[in-house]
């Protein structure tokens, strides 16, 4: 629904009394609620641009093993602080209010969720994190990355923050520790946010090992439980699906980073309402990864492939208010935490309540994102973050990187190997 109307923000919320307050002109502007990403790797923001291995990776296999498992095993917490501020940051600038985020440095284990946590309260935004438990390192770094996830929830601080008990996916976790990991999670009462059939490899070693799909596997071991996220989901089947729609899981579809990975057309229209949109660490731009997601719906012939991308992005803000306590989280409702965006949006046509979806999906960009509130304060002015000096974090970033790079051409000489040997 479009309306024109005055917008009061009173104690971080939506509503209250209008007298005294400060008034900002968004005349001529659309005011929407902040974006969730629902699937994040900020970590990865200190890659764009890094050497590429020797040789172009044939596989997804080869992908995880050449690129993003060297840069993680690289990482410092100097630089997994630096990464989640510069991600969140830009994310901000995008609109996101709300990242869920999937972390992984496994020569920086302990403390490295609070210096991810430290570089998003400086950017401002909400956030729920976890640490990605594996057994590609050994038994011992399993352990060690599901204790940090354990930690980080005794020891979180701020109501901007939830924690999660991060997992990898099934073929790099064996039987033993995900037995640890879904004990533990339910134990502390932390939902699961683990990979799930991202890739065929996922399916082809659950069934040689476990005589079962990815899915059927994981919830045989309490793995895809209500409140649950997995994410991908690209090689599910039917009895999958069905399986996922019973489970009360959330499912983070990410059209973008499928497509960069060549895995495949994940089957989303199959997902269910709790279906939601990530990025998978591509950029935290929930616009251009709703566009993405009709496109790909378009071309599956998913019908009404432009509500379908829509209701995706809903249901993250959904998802959003499901991990805060807060179910008018994603929504401007009278009492609703105040996380807005002000978009200055000149259209060449009509915006009403019978057009807007056709703007969000065609007209609207993260270029036209003005200001960005999260909890009645504003963290984007005139599209200048207000927290964080954007320049000197770039420098930073900049000054960081080459040591960075060059960990991670040494990591790659050294490759970790799943516990199935694949």
């Known amino acids: 629904m479009v309306e024109e109307t005055d917008l009061v923000v009173s104690d971080g919320r939506i509503g209250g009394e209008a007298s005294g307050a400060v008034r900002v002109d968004c005349s001529g502007c659309l005011i929407i609620p902040g974006l969730c990403c629902a699937h ?24 995880l093993q050449q690129v993003w498992w060297p840069l993680d095993q690289a990482l410092t917490l100097e630089d997994i602080g630096l990464s989640a501020m510069c991600g969140a940051v830009e994310a901000a600038r995008c609109g996101t209010t709300t990242i869920v985020d999937h972390h992984a440095s496994y020569s920086a284990i302990e403390g490295s969720l609070d210096a991810v946590a430290a570089g998003l309260e400086r950017a401002g935004l909400r956030a729920a994190l976890c640490f990605e438990v594996s057994d590609r390192h050994g038994p011992a770094t399993a352990t060690a990355a599901l204790e940090e996830n354990l930690r980080f929830n005794r020891s979180k601080s701020s109501p901007m923050l939830r924690a999660m008990m991060g997992a990898h996916a099934s073929f790099t976790i ?20 683990i990979h799930a059939s991202e890739d065929e490899l996922d399916e082809r070693d659950s069934i040689a090992r476990y005589k079962m799909r990815t899915l059927q596997r994981l919830r045989a071991e309490g793995a895809v439980e209500e409140g649950d996220l997995i994410a991908h989901g690209v090689h599910l089947d039917e ?42 660490g591509i950029d935290g731009d929930l616009f251009a990864e709703t566009r993405s997601c009709y496109l790909q719906a378009r071309a599956a012939g998913v019908p009404d492939a432009g509500g379908f991308a829509l209701a995706r992005l809903e249901a993250s803000s959904s998802l959003a208010g499901a991990l805060f306590s807060e179910p008018a989280l994603g929504t401007l409702a009278p009492g609703a935490p105040a996380d807005l965006v002000v978009l200055e949006y000149h259209s060449p046509t009509p915006v009403d309540s019978s ?14 994102v003005r200001d960005v ?33 060059e960990r991670m051409a040494v990591a790659r000489g050294a490759g970790p190997t799943p516990p199935g040997g694949l």
């Not at 900020?42 to 296999?61: C, K």
């Not at 059209?255 to 989303?268: D, E, M």
């Not at 509130?373 to 080459?402: I, N």
Request: aromatic content about 6%; overall charge neutral; hydrophobic content about 40%.
């Open 239 to 280: 009895t999958d699906l069905v399986t996922l729609r019973a489970s009360g899981a959330w499912a983070a579809h990410n059209p973008r980073s499928n497509l960069n990975n060549a895995v495949g057309y994940a089957p989303a229209a199959g997902f269910g309402e709790r279906a939601c949109l990530g990025t998978d």
């Open 174 to 193: 064996s039987p033993e520790t995900m037995s640890s990991l879904t004990g533990e999670a339910r134990d502390a009462g932390l939902p699961l946010h």
């Open 40 to 63: 994040h790797h900020l970590y990865s923001a200190l890659a764009r641009g890094m050497p590429g291995p020797a040789r172009v990776p044939r596989d997804f296999l080869e992908i």
């Open 373 to 405: 509130m999260v909890q009645g304060r504003f963290v984007v002015k005139d599209r200048v973050h207000q927290l964080v000096d954007e320049q000197e974090l770039a420098s930073r970033c900049r000054a960081a990187t080459p040591s960075l790079w």
């Open 355 to 368: 057009s807007l979806a056709g703007h969000l999906l065609f007209g609207l960009t993260s270029a036209h």
